[in-house]
Structure formats: C-alpha cells, structure tokens
C-alpha cells in the first residue's frame, strides 16, 4: 500500500468532505405517509429469507444510487451475519455469480428487471427464472419487495437523505426518521 493509500485509509472524519444536509424530511411532514410505507414494508417482507431480502435491497439501492439504503441494508445484511464480501460483489454479480446460489442470482435478475424499466417491461425470460426458484405466493412477495424498496429509495434519493447514521436493526421503527 502506498504512503498516498495509507494515509486515505486512516484519515479521520474531520479530513473527508463535509456531510450533506437533507432537502426535506419527509417522514417528519408526512408522517401518515412513512407509516403507510413501514406497513407496505412489512407485509411484503412476511415469509421471504432476510438474507435474500437484504441483498434485493441493498443491489436495488446500489442501482438507485440511494446512499442512505445502500448504508442500511448493507449494516443490516451484515448483522444478520451475510459476508462483506457477498456484499461487496452485489455491484458485479453477474460476474461473481459463483458468490450465490441460483436462487439468489434469480432474485438478483428480477430485482434489477424490475428496478431498471428502460425497455418498459420485465423480460419473460428473467421473470421464469425467478418463477423457477420461487413458489408463485413467494415470487408475489419478493416483487413486492423490490417495488417497496424501489419507493424507500425514490424517498430516499429525492430527498438527499444521509448516510452513516443507521445502526442495524434501526430501521421502520415508530418514529419518523429524518
């Protein structure tokens, strides 16, 4: 490692740029509506594995670009004992498919068909292999999941909310977060 590296690795919060402020805190003035969202969260997520369920989250929010989801459900996945470096090659898996198992990889599909609408449908072919993996009450709920959190992060993104503030198991608690 490089003087240059080392000296980036262990640099202190006061030498990294300053944190944004958010735009708007939205689950404080519309709190009906976060908790209308924290319910939808809830009953999409009855019956579906966590683990599966974190990394749907965390790869739609890397492609969201949603910072603050990205730092929750990668904390969350990890406390739920999912390994940094399964974490880390969600950005890539197609390429790290040996990584996951083929159930996974059919989530990770469907997940991405369903964040990424630009073709203005989900393919046939990936919406089969997740119905492959998954029995047809178990494909409805994780569509639901990946469209909740598609939502989670329009919130997210829309309003600039920061990162680095969560701690696991935090989340869609009674109070609003800011």
Not at 19 to 32: G, K, M, N, S
Not at 80 to 106: D, K, P
Not at 118 to 127: I, K, L, M, N, S
Request: hydrophobic fraction near 45%; aromatic fraction near 6%; glycine fraction near 4%.
């Amino acid at each position: 490692m490089s003087n240059q590296t080392a000296a980036s690795a262990t640099a202190s919060a006061t030498d990294r740029a300053p944190e944004h402020t958010p735009r708007l805190a939205w689950a404080e003035l519309v709190p009906d509506v976060y908790q209308a969202m924290v319910r939808l969260d809830s009953a999409a997520r009855k019956g579906l594995d966590g683990t599966l369920l974190e990394l749907v989250k965390v790869r739609a929010s890397q492609i969201n670009r949603c910072a603050l989801c990205v730092d929750m459900h990668s904390k969350d996945a990890l406390a739920a004992g999912e390994s940094v470096e399964r974490i880390v090659q969600l950005s890539a898996w197609e390429e790290s498919a040996h990584f996951y198992t083929e159930r996974e990889l059919a989530a990770l599909a469907l997940t991405e068909a369903v964040t990424v609408l630009t073709d203005g449908f989900v393919p046939d072919a990936v919406y089969a292999r997740a119905a492959e993996h998954f029995e047809e009450a178990e494909l409805a709920r994780l569509v639901a999941a990946i469209t909740v959190i598609n939502a989670w992060n329009r919130f997210g993104v829309t309003c600039r909310l920061v990162p680095g503030h969560y701690r696991p198991g935090q989340h869609h608690t009674a109070e609003p977060v800011a």
